[in-house]
């Protein structure tokens, strides 16, 4: 049986999950040590840095060599994962409840906007800080507070891209460090936090959570169906088990999202599925302030963006009715010179652009470039069911 995932077959997906394919193995945490051990010189290169350092053919070419090496690589995971479960691993419990947004697979899912869609909906009953690894940002201490809740304190390069986003868009706390357990625990002791969100934590095992999300994008779901170095899984499906829900983001095709969360209910049974969409719902300046809809509208923009999938930019600009005149992608966590944004510039002016337009999470890292063309962001917002607020805040009340 041919297992091998593809976005545009999501049949695909149902047949391995509902056969419960079990030779999909590999996946990298955050930071990959043999067995969950750390001695000298034992740490390994941290799989999902390395292919973000890739072109996508040398990833291809990656997988297609690394395949034979993916079952040793899923058996040690789930060494790695029965070893902290059974707490021969220390797990860190902090004093106040913990929600992971993760992923079992490698690129974006989308976590970054529903951690910002969280921090605003508890941020009415509770005081959230957020935890991130910081990848992308230059600060080296062990703690790094972005924000304090009150005030921007680091802002890109030295502080991560994601972790400035978030801090812009929310009133919450903002912490980053290679080591969450103990950010977190600075928030809490420190910063009056009593609601962690773990930014990227579904293989941090190292830190208890209370409420384990777990998300899919539609469009690329499991990717291959294998795992690193085979593919873009950080786990094999197993791992899923561990998830309290299950949320498939970025839905455009809902037949397909529908699908996929049938599969998914059959697969793992008992763990909720949620349906959730990323909306465009404006255009803003460098400043954050809002263009009207009407002057947009008439703009020839040229686009780029640092994303781990590009193609959802674009059609987030045809979806919201605006003109490129081209676009140019860059790898995720771009970090921008004087140098690339004056070619940029150039090519848009030549093909009669009348600003460049890019992600929010690019123009943090944009603001005190200096450009003859103005630099404008498509903000995006995520749009939940009802059924999943309810469901975070009935888990919240359990505890």
């Not at 848009?348 to 603001?367: M, N, P, S, W």
Request: aromatic share 8%.
């Amino acid at each position: 049986m041919n297992t091998t995932l593809h976005a545009l077959q999501p049949l695909r997906y149902t047949d391995v999950l509902s056969q419960g394919v079990e030779h999909a193995h590999g996946g990298a945490p955050e930071s990959l040590t043999v067995m969950g051990l750390s001695p000298p010189g034992c740490t390994l290169l941290s799989a999902i840095d390395m292919k973000k350092k890739l072109k996508k053919q040398d990833y291809k070419l990656l997988y297609a060599y690394g395949r034979p090496f993916s079952p040793f690589y899923s058996f040690i995971m789930g060494i790695r994962a029965a070893l902290y479960q059974r707490k021969v691993f220390k797990v860190e419990r902090l004093s106040v409840p913990v929600i992971s947004i993760g992923n079992l697979t490698m690129g974006g899912t989308g976590k970054t906007p529903v951690v910002i869609y969280l921090a605003k909906m508890l941020g009415r009953d509770f005081r959230p800080a957020v935890i991130s690894r910081g990848y992308g940002g230059q600060a080296g201490k062990k703690v790094n507070i972005v924000s304090d809740g009150r005030e921007i304190l680091l802002n890109p390069p030295v502080a991560a891209d994601e972790a400035c986003l978030v801090a812009e868009n929310t009133d919450v706390a903002v912490l980053t460090g290679s080591d969450r357990a103990l950010a977190a625990r600075h928030a809490v002791e420190h910063l009056d936090v009593n609601l962690v969100l773990l930014d990227d934590g579904f293989q941090h095992m190292r830190l208890h959570r209370d409420i384990n999300l777990v998300l899919f994008k539609e469009a690329t779901f499991l990717g291959n169906n294998r795992v690193f170095p085979g593919g873009d899984m950080r786990e094999p499906l197993k791992a899923l088990e561990r998830a309290d829900a299950f949320v498939i983001t970025s839905v455009v095709d809902r037949q397909k999202a529908g699908a996929l969360k049938k599969a998914l209910r059959r697969r793992f049974p008992g763990i909720p599925v949620f349906l959730s969409e990323y909306q465009p719902v404006g255009v803003v300046d460098r400043n954050g302030s809002v263009i009207p809809a009407e002057k947009v509208k008439k703009m020839m923009f040229w686009a780029f963006c640092g994303l781990a999938h590009p193609d959802s930019f674009k059609h987030s600009l045809a979806n919201y009715g605006l003109s490129a005149a081209g676009f140019t992608p860059f790898k995720d966590h771009q970090s921008y010179s004087n140098r690339k944004i004056k070619r940029l510039v150039s090519k848009a002016q030549k093909a009669g652009a009348d600003a460049l337009l890019t992600t929010e999470k690019d123009l943090v890292k944009l603001r005190n470039f200096k450009t003859a063309l103005p630099i404008m962001a498509l903000r995006m917002e995520v749009r939940m069911p009802e059924e999943f607020c309810r469901f975070i805040k009935d888990s919240l009340e359990k505890l």
